[in-house]
């Protein structure tokens, strides 16, 4: 190679490299831009999340998303346990779900749990750090039996464990909601789960504007709103966009966000890889909901701990507040103390 020609090259590299440098700068600039809009009071386009989400700045979007989850909701995280207070034999056909009675999943199937057992776990679950105890239950509408008795436990569990306890029980009408928020119930979970464009892909035994309706029959009830989704069912990025604007609309207090773990006897199993979702898919995906969403509890939940392993806190300082400990419905989780000693590790408080 002539000195020519090894100038001329160095020269190109130069240049290629002054071009990625600028272009970054230039996301930046953008990020921060939008970042300082909503730090205003302003909303977001959809075209504007595209960009952002479309960004390979990562780290400017994540410490942005941080910034605004700090402005609006301070250095808490919320930190929440389930039970599964009956499980199985749902007759709704969502094909993620190891609980629809539609599929052969060989999990464990039993009916409603006993008040002795919803006060133990409750307990459990403020022992061990929760602020808050869900119980949720695979139907499509709790039988008026089950509703009463789930009723008398909520009220047991207020008095003797003074725990905040939250409710998914599925389609409500507005007297149930009513008698819940009576009862002290604080939030109600009921997810529109995916986009609306996708949601027939997911879902045929009731619709989404089913569980639209739900979402705001509990609103009106005068309870708070906990409606998310799942992420990695096959939908595409600008799809998860979708479904952010969607739960915007709704106004929700707090907003799950689960990445599907494929479940052994479900559609999805077939359909979804496991590793579809990269750890910077997902982190991007909660930034930018961030954006969207500056107020709610923005809560990494179901997944987090199969696909983001210890790299979870870093979801903690990019938009998301809010974690499930302790196990989920049908799979396991972290233990309360390890979660507790990860959010403490990162500055952040309980």
């Known amino acids: 190679m002539s000195k020519s020609s090894g100038e001329n090259l160095s020269d190109k590299n130069t240049t290629q490299a002054t071009e990625i440098s600028t272009d970054k700068n230039q996301h930046s600039d953008f990020i921060e831009k939008i970042m300082n809009k909503v730090l205003e009071g302003g909303k977001i386009s959809f075209e504007e999340a595209q960009s952002l989400l479309l960004s390979n700045d990562i780290i400017t979007l ?9 402005r609006f909701c301070g250095d808490v995280v919320d930190i929440e346990s389930l039970v599964n207070a009956k499980s199985g034999r749902c007759p709704e056909d969502c094909s993620f779900c190891a609980q629809s009675s539609f599929y052969d999943t060989g999990i464990s199937k039993y009916t409603l749990l006993s008040s002795e057992k919803l006060l133990e776990q409750a307990r459990n679950a403020k022992e061990g750090g929760s602020t808050s105890f869900c119980l949720v239950c695979a139907y499509r509408s709790p039988p008026e039996r089950d509703f009463e008795h789930l009723c008398r436990s909520i009220g047991e569990i207020k008095n003797q464990v003074g725990i905040e306890v939250n409710v998914s029980l599925g389609f409500m009408t507005p007297e149930r909601a009513k008698r819940l928020k009576s009862l002290g119930v604080k939030r109600y979970n009921h997810n529109l789960e995916t986009a609306k464009s996708h949601f027939s892909k997911i879902c045929n035994t009731h619709s989404y504007e089913d569980r639209v309706n739900t979402a705001k029959i509990v609103k009106d009830a005068g309870l708070e709103l906990c409606s998310g989704g799942i992420i990695g069912m096959g939908e595409t990025p600008l799809q998860r966009l979708e479904l952010a604007f969607s739960l915007a609309e709704l106004e929700p207090d707090e ?24 750890n910077e898919d997902i982190i991007k995906t909660i930034a930018v909901w ?15 701990e199969v696909y983001l392993g210890d790299s979870g806190k870093y979801v903690l300082q990019a938009g998301a507040n809010g974690i499930i400990s302790g196990g989920y419905l049908t799979t396991g989780g972290n233990k309360h103390n390890k979660d507790i000693e990860m959010i403490k590790e990162i500055g952040l408080k309980i």
């Open 290 to 304: 961030r954006f969207i969403m500056p107020k709610t509890i923005l809560k990494i939940a179901g997944g987090r």
């Open 62 to 70: 994540a410490k942005c998303a941080n910034n605004i989850t700090r």
């Open 255 to 278: 907003v799950p966000v689960n990445i599907l773990i494929p479940r052994e006897g479900t559609p999805l199993m077939d359909n979804c890889n496991k590793n579809q979702l990269t």
